[in-house]
């Protein structure tokens, strides 16, 4: 198979897990959107009014549904759109620019001797599952991974992330519970350079932003790999739980306020009717959506694409 075809392959089966992941967001938004698109004949302030509050049910954003139904008035006044068909189209469109504006796509290629990935967020959001989805894609895309189990609250924690890397088939480091984690983590370093891997990703325990203790062991963390490796950690990539809503987008606002984040994967898209909070956080944080996470196998991780997205929800 040359690689073009390869490409298209890959292609469409990542569109295909988008459709399945966001059919609850789908059922829900575009219903209720065609509902009043097709029980109104008129394209009238009262239609409009009504989107907007589809959008924000379906954890758009306010600030987002009321730009895009700013846009949309606009085109209407300026008779640029007739139909029901057309009001669809500018919405979709609308809401695709807003991905867009700050996306960046994944690149799975490492330039440097070791890349440091950091992995953070709040509580049972998604941080051991997806560093073990994580350390899966990269082993197919041909890297040497390595994980270090940071979470060393709960000896839960650490049997949990072996699980996943026997799933992943990569080493973990770990040391007994109550253990510093950034000792870990400067563990996993020397192990990660003296085996010459590509990546090492760090799961670590989850917090909040307001716990200040663990948000200067966060800290602590990030010196002590920047002391061992140049530019290190390379990515803090924040998880935020999708069915958490306007909860999460807010936890996710304060986290990467008290910690630089360099991309955000948002889990459990699957698990949803609110899907929309992809475009409410795209907007807010202003900070990439790289990955998404749409079930619960080793799997189902995939990168973000806006086009991807906005196609599975409209198509
Ligand atoms: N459906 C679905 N479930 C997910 C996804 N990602 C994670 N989960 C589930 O979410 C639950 C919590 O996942 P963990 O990986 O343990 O979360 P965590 O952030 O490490 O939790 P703590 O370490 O306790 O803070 C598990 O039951 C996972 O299977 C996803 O994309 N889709
Ligand atoms: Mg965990």
Not at 8 to 28: D, G, H, P, R
Not at 92 to 111: C, G, I, R, W
Not at 258 to 266: A, C, K, N, R
């Amino acid at each position: 198979m040359n690689r073009f075809l390869q490409n298209q392959e890959s292609q469409n089966s990542l569109l295909s897990k988008f459709k399945v992941a966001v059919t609850s967001t789908k059922q829900n938004l575009l219903t209720f959107m065609e509902v009043v698109i097709q029980g109104q004949k008129m394209i009238d302030a009262d239609l409009l009014d009504e989107l907007e509050g589809i959008l924000v049910s379906a954890d758009i954003g306010i600030e987002t549904s009321t730009q895009v139904l700013e846009t949309v008035r606009t085109q209407v006044n300026r008779q640029l759109i007739k139909d029901g068909k057309e009001l669809k189209a500018c919405i979709k469109s609308e809401l695709l620019h807003t991905l867009e504006a700050t996306f960046v796509p994944v690149s799975e290629q490492v330039n440097l001797d070791l890349e440091v990935i950091l992995v953070v967020g709040v509580n049972g959001v998604g941080k051991t599952t997806t560093t073990g989805k994580l350390a899966h894609r990269f082993r197919q895309a041909g890297k040497t991974v390595l994980v270090c189990a940071a979470d060393t609250f709960r000896a839960a924690a650490v049997e949990q992330l072996e699980e996943w890397g026997k799933r992943a088939r990569v080493d973990v480091i770990r040391q007994q519970s109550g253990s510093d984690p950034s000792a870990v983590l400067f563990d996993a370093i020397n192990a990660a350079n003296a085996r010459k891997v590509d990546i090492l990703i760090v799961d670590t325990a989850g917090r909040l932003h307001t716990k200040k203790n663990l948000m200067m062991e966060l800290e602590k963390m990030k010196r002590i790999a920047g002391r061992e490796v140049t530019g290190a950690p390379h990515q803090v990539l924040l998880i935020v739980d999708a069915t958490t809503g306007q909860n999460g987008l807010i936890q996710a606002k304060e986290f990467t306020r008290s910690t630089g984040v360099s991309g955000i994967i948002l889990t459990k898209l699957d698990g949803t009717a609110k899907g929309g909070v992809v475009v409410g956080i795209t907007r807010d944080l202003k900070i990439p959506i790289r990955y998404v996470g749409v079930g619960e196998q080793i799997g189902d991780l995939i990168p973000f694409s806006p086009k991807h997205f906005i196609d599975s929800l409209f198509d």
